[in-house]
């Protein structure tokens, strides 16, 4: 048995933030993924539309609180990081470390557009949590292949590649505008298809 040191550095810090990150957006949706449904079978939503509330507003109303919850956790988590390493060893180590954690904001966001499109059309949590989970998977998949990793959305998940320096901001941004523009096209879909659905 050889035991050598260990470095522990910012980097290392860094790494291990950008592993935590998926598992935390995945509890977010699971916690969330009913916020649509759950109002189905109360029958709740039903009383504030027959009062004159517009089911467009229901649909904005709720993918902001989405919005705000998941920029809150994702960003304190993040504030929480960057001191905690600042203070214990230099963050400048860490290249586009902004840049890397603003695309994997981005990508919450766009996971969160898909669960009010899909939240919108399934009537139990279970269907959103499957149609969620099934783009992402999907997306990841076809990533796989080189020439069309670039376009995906879960292209942006790959952060330590921007700190480490072994890739460039512009090979992210394809990427960044698909998934905000794939995610605008999410919420505005939410719209008429809940319009739609027998409440």
């Known amino acids: 048995m050889i035991i050598t040191t260990v470095e522990v550095d910012a980097m290392t810090s860094w790494v291990q933030f950008f592993k935590n990150v998926p598992m935390a957006l995945i509890v977010f949706v699971l916690m969330e993924s009913s916020i649509f449904t759950k109002e189905y079978e ?7 539309l027959t009062k004159g509330l517009h089911r467009y507003k229901v649909v904005l109303s709720k993918a902001c609180m989405l919005v705000i919850l ?6 304190m988590h993040f504030g929480i990081t960057y001191l905690y390493n600042d203070y214990f060893w230099d963050n400048s180590i860490a290249k586009n470390l902004l840049y ?19 939240s919108t059309i399934a009537n139990a949590n279970t269907g959103v949590l499957v149609g969620t989970g099934g783009i992402v998977v999907a ?3 076809v990533g796989l292949l080189p020439k069309l990793s670039e376009y995906m959305p879960t292209f942006l998940i790959d952060g330590n590649s921007l ?6 901001i512009e090979d992210y941004r394809i990427a960044l505008v698909i998934a905000i ?3 605008m096209i ?3 879909a939410s719209v008429p298809v809940l319009n739609k659905k027998r409440i």
């Open 42 to 48: 109360s029958g709740t939503l039903v009383l504030a």
């Open 70 to 75: 998941w920029t809150g956790f994702y960003w």
């Open 100 to 118: 890397s954690v603003t695309c994997w904001w981005v990508f919450g966001l766009w996971t969160i557009a898909l669960q009010v499109l899909f």
């Open 139 to 141: 997306c990841y998949v």
């Open 163 to 168: 700190i480490y320096g072994v890739k460039d």
């Open 181 to 183: 523009l794939t995610g």
């Open 186 to 188: 999410c919420i505005v």
